[in-house]
């Protein structure tokens, strides 16, 4: 049997983006008319092992309103598999040992090893001088796949 081709979304993408924004709004006094959120699908090929599957990704960025100045650059981040967080908020499911966040711009290129690294690399940090520039805010990153396992990763396949 061939490998999906594609995720197929189960819902209108508008839809579920606003779904995201009241979901997010029922636990947290956010600002929604500067909240963005995207869905986005792509494939994941790794040419070593031949695996190959679809996915989506949900994202989210929040401002807070309930929190003022003296929490700039903080973050609250919410992630999860298949609507399903981790016991830890789901920091857990983007982080690695290996530099897996890689791009290049303007300034050189860039190596982190989790999505809260790459979120401060952009000043959601407490650094004084760039987190002055971000509001605080909630992240939210689902990761939507049909693969039943993990393929391969240790102690989180199934039989």
């Known amino acids: 049997m061939?490998?999906?081709?594609?995720?197929k979304l189960p819902y209108d993408k508008e839809e579920?983006?606003?779904?995201?924004?009241?979901?997010?709004?029922?636990v947290f006094d956010i600002d929604r008319q500067n909240t963005?959120?995207?869905?986005?699908?792509?494939?994941?090929?790794?040419?070593?092992?031949g695996h190959q599957f679809p996915y989506?990704?949900?994202i989210a960025i929040a401002p807070r309103k309930d929190l003022g100045v003296e929490n700039a650059g903080n973050v609250t981040f919410i992630g999860s598999v298949n609507d399903t967080p981790a016991i830890d908020g789901g920091e857990r499911y983007?982080?690695?040992?290996?530099?897996?966040?890689?791009w290049t711009d303007?300034?050189?290129?860039?190596?982190?090893?989790?999505?809260?690294?790459?979120?401060?690399?952009?000043g959601f940090n407490t650094y004084w001088g760039t987190s002055r520039r971000r509001v605080p805010s909630v992240v939210l990153i689902n990761v939507k796949t049909p693969v039943p396992d993990w393929l391969g990763a240790h102690h989180k396949t199934l039989p």
Do not use: M, W
């Open 36 to 49: 963005q959120c995207k869905i986005v699908t792509g494939i994941y090929k790794d040419d070593k092992t």
């Open 56 to 58: 989506a990704v949900e």
């Open 2 to 7: 061939q490998p999906e081709s594609r995720y």
């Open 94 to 102: 983007f982080q690695s040992d290996l530099c897996v966040y890689k």
């Open 106 to 122: 303007r300034r050189g290129e860039h190596c982190k090893s989790t999505a809260k690294e790459v979120l401060a690399e952009f």
């Open 16 to 26: 579920r983006q606003s779904e995201i924004i009241n979901n997010i709004a029922e």
